[in-house]
């Protein structure tokens, strides 16, 4: 199976395009080499790859700038995607399309499942619901993945962020009251290749399971690592953002169990993976 993946040089492309699959080929387009908010680009570059599937990372992913730049938030994030959908039925291939637990208000006290109403409060999350619309009104053969809190090898993440700062201070304040659901790259890598080799189109949640808050994750990080340093709770308002954060963002995994896959292991299991690897 051949997979082109857009957005090759961001946290989840690097980790696709670096799946040991034998079955797959991965042809893996960074943003210098593919501009999807440039539709005769994305055109050009799907008919001459000819890909079975397409897994669809690109997107304008910071959160809070794109309160100010909401133009292009859209223009990567529902026109590019529209312009890789399009691509994609063109020559008959599958669309994978990351998505975001930021389609919801956060409102909610139990996991969200994939029909509930998005209700999205940013620009960013309203750019990506778009998005979301728009591949699949442009593309017959698509799979829409809604994941939450990445984290993983490439990039910058939390898990990286919490690493340098404890190697800089001995106290460190953690918002604990935002609950959601982390999730390794990994893991969520594995499931989308898997998903690309099926015909079971739709909507589906992939989060790594069970919950926690931000200050629980980091205390897990430095249990794992073995790191000592103070960590202290604190709430949402004492870091006042221009995004609102999500206060629930857990993702329900319903739509995986219905079509014969396998939930993602848990969180706190994917997280000792990560930290540390098998030899």
């Known amino acids: 199976m051949k997979i082109m993946v857009t957005g090759a040089g961001g946290q989840l492309g690097q980790e696709l395009v670096r799946l040991p699959r034998e079955d ?11 501009d999807v908010a440039d539709g005769e680009q994305c055109r050009s570059a799907v008919a001459a790859i000819r890909p079975d599937a397409i897994i669809h990372t690109a997107a304008y992913t910071a959160v809070d700038r794109a309160e100010s730049e909401p133009e292009e938030a859209y223009r990567v994030n529902a026109l590019g995607t529209r312009h890789v959908a399009e691509a994609a039925e063109a020559v008959g291939a599958k669309l994978v399309c990351v998505s975001t637990d930021y389609v919801f208000d956060g409102q909610g006290t139990e996991p969200y499942k994939e029909e509930d109403a998005a209700n999205p409060r940013t620009v960013y999350g309203r750019t990506k619901l778009e998005g979301e619309r728009l591949a699949l009104e442009a593309c017959s053969r698509t799979f829409i993945a809604r994941t939450s809190w990445v984290y993983g090898a490439h990039g ?33 890598a594995c499931f989308l290749t898997e998903l690309a ?52 963002s ?12 396998k939930e993602l292991r848990h969180w706190r299991a994917a997280l000792e993976d990560f930290l540390k690897p098998r030899k």
């Open 250 to 261: 857990v993702l329900g995994q319903r739509a995986l169990l219905r079509n014969g896959f």
């Open 24 to 34: 797959v080929e991965w042809i893996g387009l960074d943003r210098s080499r593919l």
């Open 156 to 188: 910058a993440n939390f898990v990286r962020t919490m690493l340098q700062l404890a190697s800089q201070h001995s106290v460190l304040r953690v918002v604990d009251d935002q609950r959601g659901s982390p999730t390794y790259t990994y893991d969520l």
């Open 197 to 248: 080799g099926t015909e079971r189109y739709g909507v589906y949640h992939a989060s790594n399971g069970g919950e926690c808050t931000w200050y629980e994750f980091a205390k897990a990080i430095f249990e794992i690592s073995g790191i000592d340093v103070r960590l202290i709770p604190c709430t949402t308002e004492e870091f006042p953002r221009p995004a609102p954060r999500p206060a629930y």
